[in-house]
């Protein structure tokens, strides 16, 4: 079983950066596709970046191509989203999702297996 903890989430203002650590605990052989989802009020669950297991393939929304990177440091279990020049439409809950191995289609959530509770960003103008 794996479990998904983020954390770093926070209210700041346009401009702004924020660093979101995920900590995967359970079987941690380093095999899991790890990404960020995130969802605004009203609105469903869209994706905003994803980690290959070993860290050498990435790929991002166009919506914050640029401006978010996703890394990942395997000895800790744990991946980051650094979220730089932060826009008041970035303001959503922040979840992140693994899965073993990689996966053509890592941008539909219903390709992940296992989920964060999820961290509250709040982005004000």
């Known amino acids: 079983q794996v479990q998904l903890v983020e954390s770093g989430g926070g209210l700041v203002q346009a401009g702004d950066s924020l660093r979101l650590a995920c900590v995967v605990f359970?079987?941690?052989?380093?095999?899991?596709?790890v990404a960020w989802f995130r969802q605004a009020p009203g609105k469903g669950r869209e994706f905003v970046g994803v980690?290959?297991?070993?860290?050498?393939?990435?790929n991002y929304a166009d919506s914050v191509k640029g401006r978010f990177a996703v890394s990942r440091d395997n000895a800790k279990n744990t991946v980051y989203l650094q979220m730089n020049s932060l826009k008041p439409e970035d303001t959503a809950v922040y979840y992140c999702?693994?899965?073993?191995?990689?996966?053509?289609?890592?941008?539909?959530?219903?390709?992940?297996?296992?989920w964060g509770r999820g961290t509250q960003v709040t982005v004000s103008s």
């Open positions: 359970g079987r941690t052989d380093s095999t899991y596709t």
């Open positions: 999702s693994a899965r073993k191995y990689w996966s053509a289609t890592y941008y539909r959530a219903g390709d992940y297996d296992y």
């Open positions: 980690i290959s297991p070993g860290g050498s393939m990435k």
